[in-house]
């Protein structure tokens, strides 16, 4: 069994070829999305919604995080092939400090994670400079960043203006420098999902960020179509007309290496 390495989806970014990330949350459903093809595989706090029943990602746990990745892990421990990369979100209220989110995420490291994901911009420069001195790769999420949605007045598009557009890629390259070894970009138009992707030499994922992305990334729940309630525009159903969720899963990982995904209908052109 091979385990996708950070080197290797640095290389696949330099060579221009796209891959595939999907949240799972528990062993069967990481089993399946390893076996489709992903590059990474994402525990994401949007357990909080698709697995608790809650309204926000705020009330979710490192107890919670870390439970989930350790299903994660032992899915993947038998199955795969070339096993993907275990990603694991640091939950709301986790990342006061720089030596506090260190601690946590060794936990979350020790249950399986390969690396973490930090929300946050400038302000979380320090902490990931700490975390990777320590050996603890991360991932910085940018742009829409549900725990803060409180701050930023909902679930809404990121990165519009000229200002807000030019601060992202600021962030980007800044954290970039402190030692991020991925960037993941939420709901933002194509130009800044482009900007960004050129500027990094590690790879960028996009939800909502455009086709110009190293790598795109949906939640498991809402690519079924078994998400409940209105869709963000760059949800697609890939259960339906297949009926057959390891079909869907390879499907949205095809689309996704080919280009097909996203769209122009999936964008903020
Ligand atoms: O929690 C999550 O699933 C995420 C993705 C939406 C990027 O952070
Ligand atoms: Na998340």
Redesign the pocket.
């Known amino acids: 069994m091979a385990q996708i390495t950070l080197t290797a989806l640095d290389r696949r970014k330099a060579e221009g070829r796209r891959f595939a990330v999907l949240?799972a949350y528990d062993a069967t459903f990481a089993s399946l999305v390893a076996d489709a093809g992903a590059g990474v595989i994402?525990v994401?706090?949007?357990l909080g919604m698709v697995i608790q029943g809650r309204a926000s990602t705020t009330p979710v746990t490192m107890a919670d995080m870390i439970y989930h990745t350790a299903c994660v892990a032992r899915g993947l421990d038998a199955s795969a092939a070339d096993r993907p990369l275990i990603m694991a979100?640091m939950p709301f209220a986790s990342t006061f400090s720089p030596l506090e989110t260190a601690r946590e995420a060794a936990r979350l490291m020790q249950v399986g994670a390969n690396m973490v994901?930090i929300e946050g911009g400038a302000a979380m420069a320090d902490t990931i400079r700490f975390l990777t001195q320590h050996g603890i790769p991360v991932c910085a999420?940018l742009g829409l960043t549900p725990q803060t949605t409180d701050m930023l007045g909902g679930y809404r598009i990121q990165g519009k203006s000229e200002e807000d557009a030019a601060r992202i890629a600021r962030d980007a390259r800044l954290l970039e420098d402190a030692g991020a070894r991925m960037l993941?970009l939420?709901c933002v138009p194509n130009a800044v999902g482009k900007a960004v992707s050129d500027g990094a030499k590690v790879p960028v994922i996009g939800?909502g960020a455009g086709p110009s992305t190293d790598a795109q990334?949906l939640?498991l729940h809402d690519m079924l179509g078994l998400t409940r309630g209105r869709k963000a525009r760059f949800v697609k159903d890939y259960l339906a007309g297949r009926g057959d969720v390891a079909a869907a899963l390879k499907a949205f990982v095809e689309e996704v290496e080919s280009g097909a995904y996203p769209a122009p209908e999936h964008c903020y052109g």
């Open positions: 949240t994402l994401g706090d949007s979100d994901k999420h993941l939420e939800i990334v939640v």
